[in-house]
């Protein structure tokens, strides 16, 4: 949606999804900012790694 919409239009539905991770997940989200890449959703494209490497989350 955000290369048809642009990311300004989900920025929303990006925090929201932030916001619904597990404690668990924000950590593994720190980590990936910090270089880790030992998680599937880290090497795969998915939402998350989208919303993450484009800081849609803050």
């Given at each position: 949606?955000?290369?048809?919409?642009?990311?300004?239009?989900?920025?929303?539905?990006?925090?929201?999804?932030?916001?619904?991770?597990?404690?668990?997940?924000?950590e593994?989200?720190?980590?990936?900012?910090?270089?880790?890449?030992?998680?599937?959703?880290m090497?795969?494209r998915?939402?998350?790694?989208?919303?993450?490497d484009?800081?849609?989350?803050?």
């Open positions: 949606m955000a290369d048809n919409l642009g990311q300004e239009i989900i920025k929303d539905k990006a925090q929201q999804i932030y916001e619904g991770l597990s404690d668990e997940c924000k593994q989200v720190i980590q990936y900012q910090n270089g880790a890449r030992n998680k599937s959703w090497l795969n998915c939402n998350l790694k989208y919303i993450v484009n800081n849609l989350f803050h």
